[in-house]
């Protein structure tokens, strides 16, 4: 609870660190790797072990290195190394920041300056979104990026400490790197993004229910049960059907990318994304991680009062 606590006070306090970020480091690195491992053209089976491979040789250090950190320092040294890992691997403020100038510029009827913001946050074409699409495609980048930047590595600290959340943050570095379905990367980035979805698994779910319990809970629980499977990621769907109902806006829709216009399901239910709604989403992610550091609060009072002999 106190490394949870201090880690998102952190986050709050200083943000993402502007220069030097580790995930930064680790983004050459990964792209230093690929290139080398990569070569096309290489049969399937070829491919995919590349990829394993790839995966193995830039996260196994981190782990070991980790692992060694936990042997060599002191219990309060290792305590503050928890927090500063943590901090870290979180990004609610960076995430807050980036959504903010989104639906700031929308606010004053800079459509231009929230297309520049918006294309700095999704992978769409940005220059091709009206302002309805623009409040759309930010509001969905808050909810998935709150299930995967915030929610998930609080999750996975929790579970395995500072190796869990280690291999989470990597993994998602490395999904997002190398999980594209296009002739480079559709078989080298498989496993990569097959273990992305696995380890995503039960944190989304959590996100889903989070968001459900801080909104709109009929309308989250339906639009998570009839129209997350329509999604085409396992994790996404129900953490954007959820939100999407949660916070009483229609999300989802056709969207421009530099390939073309991607036709995709319409989530939630109620008016388009506005200004209004960057800013509901923002508030229902920082909602939730109060929400999680409370009832982590309350369990660890119920174990001190347990172990007091009150229970």
Not at 1 to 15: K, Q, T, Y
Not at 197 to 225: E, I, K, M, S
Not at 270 to 285: F, K, N, Q, R
Request: charged fraction near 15%.
């Amino acid at each position: 609870m106190f490394i949870c606590l201090a880690a998102v006070l952190l986050d709050r306090w200083l943000g993402e660190p502007r220069r030097w970020h580790p995930l930064v480091g680790f983004g050459h690195l990964v792209t230093w790797v690929e290139k080398r491992l990569n070569r096309l053209p290489q049969r399937k089976s070829r491919s995919i072990l590349s990829g394993l491979l790839g995966l193995l040789l830039v996260v196994s250090p981190v782990l070991l290195v980790a692992e060694l950190l936990r042997w060599l320092l002191a219990d309060w040294g290792y305590l503050m190394l928890q927090v500063l890992v943590l901090y870290l691997a979180l990004s609610i403020r960076g995430l807050t920041e980036h959504g903010r100038a989104v639906s700031e510029a929308l606010h004053r009827g800079d459509l231009e300056g929230a297309r520049e913001q918006v294309g700095r946050i999704v992978s769409r074409k940005a220059s091709d979104l009206n302002e309805h699409g623009v409040a759309g495609a930010a509001s969905e980048s808050m909810l998935e990026n709150g299930a995967d930047a915030v929610f998930a590595s609080l999750f996975w600290f929790l579970v395995a400490g500072i190796p869990g959340v280690l291999l989470h943050r990597l993994v998602n570095t490395l999904d997002a790197m190398w999980g594209y379905r296009s002739e480079r990367y559709l078989y080298f980035g498989r496993i990569a993004a097959r273990l992305d979805d696995a380890l995503n698994w039960v944190p989304a779910r959590l996100t889903a229910l989070t968001y459900g319990l801080l909104g709109h809970r009929q309308l989250a629980w339906q639009c998570w049960r009839t129209q997350a499977p329509q999604w085409d990621s396992p994790n996404a769907g129900p953490v954007m059907a959820a939100g999407a109902g949660a916070l009483g806006v229609s999300l989802g829709g056709p969207a421009p990318y530099a390939s073309g216009i991607r036709q995709r399901p319409v989530l939630g239910q109620g008016p388009v994304a506005s200004a209004e709604t960057i800013d509901a989403a923002i508030g229902l992610v920082q909602r939730g991680v109060w929400l999680w550091l409370g009832v982590l609060g309350l369990i660890a009072a119920i174990a001190v009062i347990a172990r007091g002999g009150f229970l």
